[in-house]
């Protein structure tokens, strides 16, 4: 028997697990209260445990063949990383700075460290700037939530 | 029934005053906007654009969307004919004859039939809905709390069974949408649950920071990893007019193409990928001579293209009538339709038939509008396609941060963006579709509350005593087993075509 398999298999190993902490939790509720997550947890612990135990006798069928993306995969998972810590940079930027800031500076880092011309990265990070503070914020009154830096500070 | 013909003017001047129409025309640019691009789609659009949205009148909120997502079709044709790349996936099968028409220097005999293709695909979609009516109302008039309930099953399971490759992972989707719709209060109950203890998730999990993340980010993070740069432009110069008369010359193929594309707009799981494939495939087998099909045949081009124009409004029948979204799309419209303080059903094709048919004449008009549009800033258009992924990927991450946060104004709209997004990018490339997701989500609480209100009321009898919900019990069987049954033909027919070709290698 093969215990690894692809994370495709995985993902139902997980859908698995959370639908038995759903079930597990409102299994003291009501009748009514539990009515919807039983059925709803019933119905996913089939069609997911059967997708699982297909898996470890038959494999997983995906879309595309792994064995031709495979090797693009390789070179494209330091890309791949290299993108995700952008992402996750600016998100962890947002709440700590605010959107106002985060936001077009993330634009301009990007671009300019990207080869964008340092005029086309200042630009583009302008215009959403200006999106965010005057159209928004002055125009249609929108209130983001405060920075986490200004609330620590006391402002 | 005498109530129609009103109610479709009604929506056709409806969708002429100034804010309708102003706000339609900003969807409308954004649609073509979000066609050109490859890698975006009108899916990643109508997320970007739905927090600009709540808020605003239905009257206002429809167009807007449904401008932005009626166009797409539109412009993805220009890169899926000039470069050879769709600008969305729905317009894979354009490029089967586009692009060698536009190789042959044909390119604008092709976009304009195709522009013109799908204003009629559209236009006969728009004459199938009007004529579905009167019998669908009758219809609507005899569903309660447990036919309710059953079809919100069924659209369910068939988004989660013809959504992607596999029956299991689709149905799976499905019931992970409906958990993640069971976060917060509960319908009937009133008390929050799997909130865990964070007052911001006691009101359920937003839709916006989900679509957003679940939908746009692994587009976009897909769009920066390839950093596609595309070699040359190909001519364009000359045939728009033949064009247009390919188009009227092939009537009738546009009305059966933008017949099937409204079917596959109604049924829960298709959509636009299937439509298009579906009409190419059907110009193909009805051509009497079908040769020059892959080198550049227009046929090629107008099938196609009427079957994804025609599977929008197709897809706003279920919608409106069942509360059942056809495709993502809808299912956001859907959300909207909540959001707003509308509810589909009975309401939307009695006291709101006005709003439904705004709805329709926007899919339509849009079409029209963006095909004008397109047809004379077709130049400067296609230069959008050349936008480098290190411009272009930034800035529109940068506004997908600012919609997310635009749902609640709290910066946990910004952690569920992330995490949908780190979740819809390892779905997409782990082979697992998100349409039934957003589907389960937005027909979750609905789907609780007619199960509770049907469960109070009938018991369980209800499942064998009404005749409406033993049909939809019938319809939902064969969505598990004709899918299944495919499946396994396939997979036997796979055995049999490689047992017989090693055979052949060990002769």
Known sequence: MIWYRSITWWIGIVMIALTLIIMTESAGWSMGGKLFPWIIGSGVLITAGLHSILGIFQGVKLAEDEDEEAESEKLDLRRVLSVFIWVLAVLVAVPLVGLQIAVPVFVFLFMKLHGETLTLAAISALVIYGFIVFVLEDIIHVVFPQALIIQWIGF | MEDIPIAVLDGLLLMFTVKTFLFMMIGIVAGMFFGLVPGLSGLSGLGLLLPFAIGQPPEVAFPFLLGMFATTTQTDTIPAVLIGVPGTAAAQATVLDGYPMAKKGEAERALSASYL??????????????????????????????????????????????????????????????????????????????????????????????????????????????????????????????????????????????????????????????????????????????????????????????????????????????GIPGNGPMAIMLGVFLIVGLRPGPEMLRENLNITFLMVWVTVAANIIAAILAFGLQRWLVKICYIRATILAPIVLGFMIVGATLATRDFGDVLLFGIFGFLGYIFKHADWPRVPILIGMVLGNLAETYLFITVERYGIEWLWQRPIVLIIVIMIVLSFVVPAYRLYRRKQGEKILSGHTVKDDME
Not at chain 2, 147 to 168: D, R, W
Not at chain 2, 170 to 195: E, H, Q, Y
Request: glycine share 14%; net charge neutral.
């Open chain 2, 117 to 322: 293709a799908s204003i009629l695909g559209s236009i006969v979609a728009a004459i199938i809905f009007i004529a579905f009516l009167p019998v669908l109302r009758p219809l609507i008039d005899e569903f309660a709390g447990p036919e309710f309930f059953m079809m919100a099953m069924l659209g369910l399971i068939m988004a989660g069974s013809l959504a992607g490759t596999s029956l299991l992972r689709g149905l799976t989707m499905a019931g992970f949408g409906l958990i993640i719709s069971m976060v917060g209060f509960a319908p009937n109950t009133g008390f929050a649950r799997f909130d865990f203890d964070w007052t911001y998730l006691i009101d359920g999990i937003p839709l916006v920071p989900v679509v957003l993340g679940m939908f746009a980010v692994p587009e976009v993070i897909d769009l920066l990893v390839s950093r596609s740069t595309i070699a040359s432009q190909q001519s364009s110069s000359g045939g728009r007019m033949k064009g247009v008369a390919d188009a009227f010359q092939n009537w009738w193929l546009i009305v059966k193409c933008g017949t099937i594309g409204t079917v596959c707009g109604m049924i829960p799981g298709l959509g636009g990928l299937v439509a298009e494939w579906l009409g190419y495939g059907h110009a193909v087998q009805s051509a009497k001579d079908s040769s020059q099909f892959g080198k550049g045949d227009v046929r090629g081009v107008i099938a196609p293209e009427a079957a994804t124009a025609a599977q929008k409004p197709g897809g706003i029948l279920p919608t409106v009538a069942f």
